[in-house]
């Protein structure tokens, strides 16, 4: 009998892989780097095929190609700041669509963990006056969270220049070559240039509290006609989050990590994990949406959103009925 019951669940679990595979696979567009642990392990652990999923993973050169692309149906899901669902359904995005943006967080991902990153010769915001800023695009995303920490410490967006370098990874890199003089990165990119000597001159969580950084998002247009692909979507990242979180798993999560994460070390794998899941930013538990967090990112929307609005209620950026239903 238990010869027939491992017989019967191997071949369960063969049937879900081979549904998996035999489906067109979920298109997910991400920013390059390690805030996408949680898909690495949900990959490396199964648990996209446990719930029959088969996922291919683009990175985006800028959020442009991403919303675009999510738009056009390129892709299903994508993990994107969440000022960029507040910014293209308000018609203030970097780019004009040829539909209205039907956008919308599904889930959580990644709460505050901000840091605005310097060349090591700035000291003081003030020396900032005159310099170029990397930034991905100039009225989405982590842009705006920058405009509100410059101005909070004196400087106006005239006291400053802008360069359009891409994600965040690619701002990273224009950073440490000299090309500009700061910008805005999130968790754990910021590792690597820290420890050569640039310095962080903000976080966000200590300037004006939580901010939703990154959200799961996608197409409510899509996301009502493949509930049961985007459930196991959430399903299989929730999981994945528990799985970080776990203080048994630190060292496979840290191999995982390396394994993705060109060029890294076990010391900034671990340097990572204390960022990312040991503190109130970082991933969130649960992939769960932080309210306070969506409405700081509208509240600094209105005040540097361009056109200019006074945005109000957040509950119309943000859609959890299928985030609900994974967790049940």
Excluded: C, H
């Amino acid at each position: 009998m238990k010869k027939l019951v491992r017989l019967l669940a191997a071949a369960g679990l063969a049937l879900g892989a081979a549904t998996a595979f035999a489906q067109k696979p979920l298109e997910v567009i991400v920013f390059a780097g390690g805030g996408n642990w949680p898909i690495f392990v949900a990959q490396d652990k199964g648990l996209f095929t446990a719930n029959n999923l088969a996922v291919k993973v683009t990175a985006t050169p800028n959020s442009v190609f991403q919303i675009t692309g999510l738009m056009d149906g390129k892709f299903d899901i994508g993990m994107s700041t969440f000022d960029n669902v507040v910014a293209y359904a308000e018609g203030q995005g970097e780019t004009n669509l040829s539909t209205p943006s039907d956008i919308i967080a599904i889930m959580g991902g990644l709460s505050s963990a901000l840091r605005f990153v310097v060349s090591p010769e700035i000291k003081t915001y003030a020396d900032l006056r005159g310099k170029l800023l990397g930034v991905d695009a100039a009225t989405t995303g982590y842009a705006l969270a920058m405009y509100k920490m410059l101005a909070m410490n004196g400087l106006s967006m005239q006291d400053y220049q802008l360069d359009r370098v891409g994600g965040t990874a690619f701002r990273v890199q224009a950073l440490m070559q000299g090309k500009v003089a700061g910008t805005m990165i999130n968790s754990p990119l910021e590792i690597l240039p820290e420890s050569r000597g640039f310095r962080r001159l903000g976080d966000v969580l200590q300037t004006f509290g939580a901010y939703q950084a990154i959200s799961g998002v996608a197409r409510r247009s899509w996301a009502e006609k493949n509930e049961d692909r985007l459930i196991g979507y959430i399903k299989s990242y929730v999981a994945a989050v528990d799985w970080l979180y776990d203080p048994a798993n630190r060292s496979e999560a840290a191999a995982i990590y390396q394994k993705n994460i060109p060029n890294s070390t076990r010391e900034t794998a671990e340097r990572a994990w204390e960022v990312m899941l040991s503190g109130k930013e970082g991933f969130q538990r649960r992939a769960k949406i932080d309210q306070d967090g969506v409405r700081s990112v509208v509240q600094i929307r209105s005040e540097f959103g361009t056109p200019k609005k006074q945005l109000g209620d957040s509950s119309r950026y943000v859609d959890e009925r299928w985030y609900e239903k994974a967790l049940r």
